[in-house]
């Protein structure tokens, strides 16, 4: 995907963190970048750098719905949609009682929500000319911390979504995943240890979608996915040692 021509950008979650990187470093001129978040404040600061920012609850039926319904009358396609918008909550099984209402939050904004959006977006992506689709997963998708017990979970059924659709949509719409080191966003406060600045991410991704990769991650993060399919143990108590 050319990404000097034209394109009509959608992050979600694009207010904050990698998706707000992503969205500054896609604003040419030529593109539209559209960023979705919920709180008002962050949006109209997007609004302000130029991007088109859009109120939609992932977790909202209703409100995806009038996102796509927006794009179609305003720009009538979309070119590339990055399924970026997160949450991560931590749990301890053993001292917390875990909220329902909590963990189907989580999956419903990680996992539901996007698939959701992926579906309703579809008839935009089939107007474009070299439509992508980008998912934001996780290492922790592979390899799961027990501390992020359903995020974990969340990112794993994303994984398998975005592994599917690529098959699914091959010939017609590009799918790739993103899996993104640990990044200094708002996402990662207080933790301790080496960080990616959400700008590099941002690069990197960018770069990744230029070259048609169909992963796009940091040589960190591929040789933690090889450690995790030759030495799953290891692996695995790799990531449940990181605070
Ligand atoms: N940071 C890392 O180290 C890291 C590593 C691996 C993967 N990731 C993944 O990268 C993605 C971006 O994370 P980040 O670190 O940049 O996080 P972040 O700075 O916390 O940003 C999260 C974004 O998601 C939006 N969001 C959260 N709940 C939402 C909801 N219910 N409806 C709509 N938007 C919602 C937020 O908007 P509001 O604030 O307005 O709700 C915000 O724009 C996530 O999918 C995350 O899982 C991050």
């Given at each position: 995907?050319?990404?000097?021509?034209?394109?009509?950008v959608l992050?979600?979650?694009?207010?904050?963190?990698?998706?707000?990187?992503?969205?500054?470093?896609?604003l040419?001129?030529?593109?539209?970048?559209?960023?979705?978040?919920?709180?008002?404040?962050?949006?109209?600061?997007?609004?302000?750098?130029?991007?088109?920012?859009?109120?939609?609850?992932?977790?909202?039926?209703?409100?995806?719905?009038?996102?796509?319904?927006?794009?179609?009358?305003?720009?009538?396609?979309?070119?590339?949609?990055?399924?970026?918008?997160?949450?991560?909550?931590?749990?301890?099984?053993?001292?917390?009682?875990?909220s329902?209402?909590?963990?189907?939050?989580?999956?419903?904004?990680?996992?539901?929500?996007?698939?959701?959006?992926t579906?309703?977006?579809?008839?935009?992506?089939?107007?474009?000319?070299?439509?992508?689709?980008?998912?934001?997963?996780?290492?922790?998708?592979?390899?799961?911390?027990?501390?992020?017990?359903?995020?974990?979970?969340?990112?794993?059924?994303?994984?398998?979504f975005?592994?599917?659709?690529?098959?699914?949509?091959k010939?017609?719409?590009?799918v790739?995943?993103?899996?993104?080191?640990?990044?200094?966003?708002?996402?990662?406060?207080?933790?301790?240890?080496?960080?990616?600045?959400?700008?590099?991410?941002?690069?990197?991704?960018?770069?990744?979608?230029?070259?048609?990769?169909?992963?796009?991650?940091?040589?960190?993060?591929?040789?933690?996915?090889?450690?995790?399919?030759?030495?799953?143990?290891?692996?695995?108590?790799i990531?449940?040692?990181?605070?």
């Amino acid at each position: 995907m050319k990404m000097k021509n034209k394109r009509i950008v959608l992050i979600t979650g694009g207010t904050s963190g990698i998706g707000r990187a992503l969205a500054e470093a896609m604003l040419e001129p030529n593109n539209v970048v559209i960023v979705t978040g919920q709180n008002e404040q962050r949006l109209q600061n997007m609004r302000s750098c130029g991007c088109v920012a859009l109120r939609a609850n992932m977790t909202s039926r209703t409100q995806l719905e009038s996102l796509i319904l927006h794009i179609q009358q305003h720009y009538g396609r979309i070119d590339l949609l990055v399924n970026n918008a997160g949450v991560q909550y931590n749990y301890n099984l053993l001292e917390d009682a875990m909220s329902i209402n909590t963990v189907l939050h989580e999956m419903h904004v990680n996992a539901t929500g996007p698939i959701e959006l992926t579906m309703l977006a579809l008839p935009l992506l089939y107007a474009s000319e070299q439509p992508v689709i980008a998912n934001v997963t996780s290492a922790l998708s592979r390899t799961p911390k027990s501390t992020a017990v359903v995020y974990s979970a969340s990112k794993a059924a994303m994984y398998s979504f975005t592994t599917s659709l690529k098959k699914m949509l091959k010939g017609r719409v590009r799918v790739c995943e993103i899996i993104p080191p640990v990044v200094e966003t708002k996402m990662t406060e207080g933790r301790t240890g080496r960080k990616l600045s959400p700008k590099e991410m941002a690069k990197q991704i960018l770069l990744g979608l230029e070259a048609r990769r169909s992963v796009i991650c940091s040589l960190q993060i591929r040789l933690f996915r090889i450690l995790s399919a030759v030495a799953p143990v290891l692996a695995s108590s790799i990531i449940n040692s990181r605070d």
